[in-house]
């Protein structure tokens, strides 16, 4: 099985359920599944094919996830881009990984030109220079296409580490290595069905996030995406949004902490939280767990290369 077999079952079944949710969009798994295939259909028509890398340097947002499919319905390989890195950093990925594409966006766009080494394509999600293609234009003038990359082509990111030892090094991920923990360990563990409702408060560049990206192709699960962490915002978008499943590092249970201690009643439809990241003090844990004592708390270790190694429940 691949990841687009997985989202196309489920574009199929419940074409007119939500997949993304994101500062006010609301997108269906159908329209997902189109607008990525009109996008596939546009990177190939400007060269893009199999195993070809294509970086994806933006912050939190819908166009995040609908540049991944697009880029894995093709065949070719994602290089998240961490919106913090310096120019240099930036520099030094795009040269590494030399793809043959970019997604940008306004806010990272000075970074981007700084940093060198652009790609032969260059794609913006918004406000296009005169140098750029527009993402919306894109998908406006074409048709869905329909790809079919060899079985062979298995890989389908290229994550680099924070490099504490030495140059940041690029760990390649096969589609595999996303949806047998992602796509079926978590079902198990967490008990994650295409009800529940996923709030994302880290960026989808790490792996922390991307892992609800998988969760939402593979087990159907509807993801709602906080552009930036904020305690009150998440708990606002808790209540409003009804989420099943919230996704943080511990630092971000911490900053959360006075908000659930606080209005109890807006985590109400809340039934697991996930962590990772760090070790997750006990205090917190025991503090949440007095103010939420319906929610199950998830914490486990993992690495960028392999994903989640152990977990405590």
Not at 119 to 130: D, G, H, N, R
Request: hydrophobic letters at 45%; glycine letters at 8%; one cysteine or more.
């Amino acid at each position: 099985m691949k990841l687009p077999a997985f989202f196309a079952a489920h574009a199929a079944a419940t074409p007119d359920r939500e997949a993304l949710v994101c500062e006010g969009l609301r997108t269906t798994f159908a329209e997902l599944d189109r607008r990525s295939s009109c996008l596939g259909a546009a990177l190939a028509q400007h060269g893009v094919g199999v195993g070809d890398r294509v970086a994806i340097y933006l912050p939190n947002c819908a166009e995040f996830v609908l540049a991944f499919v697009a880029i894995v319905k093709l065949g070719a390989i994602a290089v998240p881009i961490g919106t913090r890195l310096s120019a240099s950093e930036v520099g030094y990925v795009l040269a590494d990984s030399a793809p043959r594409a970019a997604f940008i966006h306004p806010d990272t766009r000075a970074t981007f030109i700084a940093a060198g080494n652009t790609p032969p394509v260059v794609i913006a999600v918004a406000s296009p220079t005169p140098a750029e293609l527009s993402l919306q234009a894109l998908v406006a003038a074409h048709a869905p296409g329909r790809f079919d990359p060899p079985v062979e082509a298995d890989d389908c990111m290229i994550c680099y580490t924070s490099g504490t030892t030495g140059k940041p090094k690029g760990a390649v991920l096969t589609q595999a290595n996303y949806f047998i923990p992602n796509g079926y360990i978590n079902a198990i563990e967490w008990g994650l069905t295409a009800a529940d409702r996923q709030l994302i408060t880290t960026p989808l560049t790490h792996r922390t996030a991307f892992g609800r990206v998988i969760n939402m192709m593979c087990l159907g699960t509807t993801l709602v995406i906080l552009p930036k962490f904020d305690p009150r915002e998440t708990a606002r978008l808790c209540a409003a949004e009804r989420i099943t499943v919230l996704s943080m590092v511990p630092t971000v249970g911490r900053m959360l902490l006075p908000e659930i201690e606080a209005s109890a009643r807006s985590f109400a439809s809340l039934r697991v939280m996930v962590a990772t990241g760090e070790a997750f003090p006990r205090e917190v844990k025991e503090r949440i767990v007095r103010a939420l004592p319906h929610v199950g708390i998830h914490s486990y270790f993992a690495m960028t290369e392999c994903g989640a190694l152990t977990s405590l429940g």
